[in-house]
């Protein structure tokens, strides 16, 4: 029996209460005090409620008194239960002794899926609670941890695993830990989430030309093949979301989508991202290994963009990779098999680069089983205006500023310009138009000031032309964007109030992020 009481707030009544269950012989097996509220719960249902409710309404400043289904702390307890369980990733609370103390329907399906797999007999429900985590799960965890999350790759029934230890500490005192299993599998979903683009299916590749056709059909065609696919194309023209498009448009959509810059990487670190490494494997390395993109990206597709630039010994590990898609981790003995498609893209001439010994032919034809040519924008003039259009609406949205339109004077800019940086240039360069144009239509002008400041920023390195930042974090990109913009736009809006009005945020912000930039009238 569980009881809610409610009384006046005053001295003694608790003491009052209790001589009251003591009274009529009845146990207390737990009980919870606030400043109006007594909950009990009664051991035995040998008196009932009535005779009990009668008694404590016999207490002096008691309100009144009902019975209740759970103690508020067990309704507490249930619902964070019913929350834990509910959790996709396997969640497991130890002891200072890294003994098992609780732990949610995830992690209890996982351990026992596990000694099923080693070929033993499961411990199964309460039985788990006691046991040792270390010697459940083959991993080494030494308590007390450190203040700081540590993390380690754990292989469980045959998958790999990532186990993310978080202590618990009371009053500085090291009281156990909480163990998060989460799949390399669902760790390559996620991330591909995370590099996901709005724009990614074959009908989002923008343009009517027999070029672009051309390539939303073969596009549409080798998605239902799963082969190496290479791209060709020139920098700027699209080919990440063409490699996206035949990922969506394949049986391998449900699974992740990982793209890598072999360009952006020095060798050491290009190898450890695609082959991850194991424990140990070089100083200062995470403690019990980590995944590469080969098993992250499990089911799925793999895009190695700007392959030309991996060196030679890359590029045979690459090669054997690719021959029956096993491989090692970096400094691991142990034989891993991914099933992934791949996908590669290169603006240079392949061929070329194997007459001058640069890159392997042998790899080349691995890489080039079916092959989509990306065109460049001076190839296709005919979709400018549809794709002018586009960036146009887009720009204004993430602006949060009133759409507007390319007059016919800006139109014949854009169609007769060269685009050397393609797609991505004609991108930027109608985004600054339309940060730089306030209510009407983009006029010619418009677009020779975008044009003009695009290659002056471009003439300060004429060879890193249109390439994207890599290895930048949204902090700094976005501080990136926010100095290119107010410098763009300052000498057009001369002051801290008139720029903000333009940009809709307060002045005082618009002064500070002057300051910051170092920006002058």
């Known amino acids: 029996m569980r009881i809610e009481i409610k009384s006046e707030d005053r001295m003694g009544i608790s003491q009052e209460i209790l001589a009251t269950f003591t009274r009529l012989t009845l146990d207390i097996q737990a009980m919870e005090v606030s400043s109006q509220f007594i909950f009990v719960h009664l051991s035995k249902d040998e008196v009932s409620f009535d005779e009990v409710k009668r008694a404590l309404l016999s207490v002096v400043g008691i309100i009144h008194c009902r019975q209740i289904d759970l103690l508020p702390l067990e309704s507490r307890e249930r619902h964070l239960r019913a929350l834990v369980n509910r959790l ?20 209890e399906k996982l351990l026992v899926s596990h000694q099923r797999h080693n070929g033993l007999s499961p411990l199964q429900g309460e039985q788990l609670k006691g046991a040792s985590v270390n010697s459940l799960l083959d991993i080494d965890i030494v308590l007390p941890l450190l203040d700081k999350v540590s993390s380690q790759n754990v292989d469980i029934a045959g998958q790999s695993y990532l186990a993310e230890v978080s202590p618990i500490s009371e009053q500085e005192n090291s009281s156990g830990a909480v163990i998060s299993l989460k799949s390399v599998t669902s760790l390559g979903r996620q991330i591909s989430n995370m590099q996901t683009r709005d724009a990614q299916g074959i009908d989002n590749i923008i343009g009517q030309s027999a070029s672009i056709q051309l390539l939303k059909e073969q596009t549409a065609r080798f998605a239902e093949l799963d082969l190496p696919v290479l791209i060709n194309g020139e920098t700027g023209t699209g080919k990440e979301l ?19 810059n072999c360009a952006a990487l020095p060798e050491h670190l290009l190898e450890s991202e695609l082959f991850g490494y194991a424990n140990g494997a070089f100083t200062g390395a995470q403690k019990g290994g980590k995944p590469g993109l080969l098993e992250l990206a499990e089911g799925g597709t793999l895009f190695l963009d700007e392959v030309a ?8 590990k690459l090669l054997r990779f690719l021959q029956d898609f096993t491989f090692r981790r970096l400094g691991g003995n142990k034989e891993l098999h991914a099933n992934i498609r791949v996908v590669s893209a290169t603006h240079q001439d392949l061929l070329a680069m194997i007459s001058k010994h640069k890159f392997r032919e042998d790899l080349f034809y691995r890489l080039n089983v079916l092959n989509l040519h990306s065109p460049a924008l001076r190839e296709r003039v005919e979709d400018i205006a549809l794709i002018s259009r586009h960036f146009v609406v887009l720009a204004a949205t993430q602006m949060n500023l009133k759409h507007t339109k390319i007059d016919e004077s800006a139109m014949k800019i854009l169609s007769a310009y060269q685009w050397p940086g393609n797609i991505r240039e004609l991108q930027n360069v109608l985004f600054r138009a339309v940060a730089l144009n306030e209510l009407g239509d983009i006029s010619s002008h418009d677009i020779h000031v975008a044009l003009a400041q695009f290659k002056q920023k471009a003439s300060a390195d004429p060879a890193d032309l249109n390439h994207e930042v890599e290895g930048e974090d ?11 913009l107010l410098t763009s736009l300052y000498p057009y809006y001369p002051t801290t109030r008139k ?23």
């Open 88 to 107: 996709p990733d396997a969640i497991i609370d130890i002891d200072e002794n890294a003994r098992v103390m609780a732990l949610n329907r995830a992690s």
């Open 242 to 260: 063409v490699a996206r498009a035949l990922h969506n448009a394949s049986n391998r959509r449900q699974a992740p989508f990982l793209a890598i």
């Open 309 to 316: 630039e991996m060196s030679p010994y890359l590029q045979s």
């Open 474 to 484: 949204w902090a700094s990109a976005q501080a990136s964007f926010e100095k290119q």
């Open 499 to 521: 720029l903000a009005e333009r940009l809709k945020v307060s002045h005082n912000k618009i002064a500070m992020k002057l300051r910051q930039f170092g920006i002058k009238g």
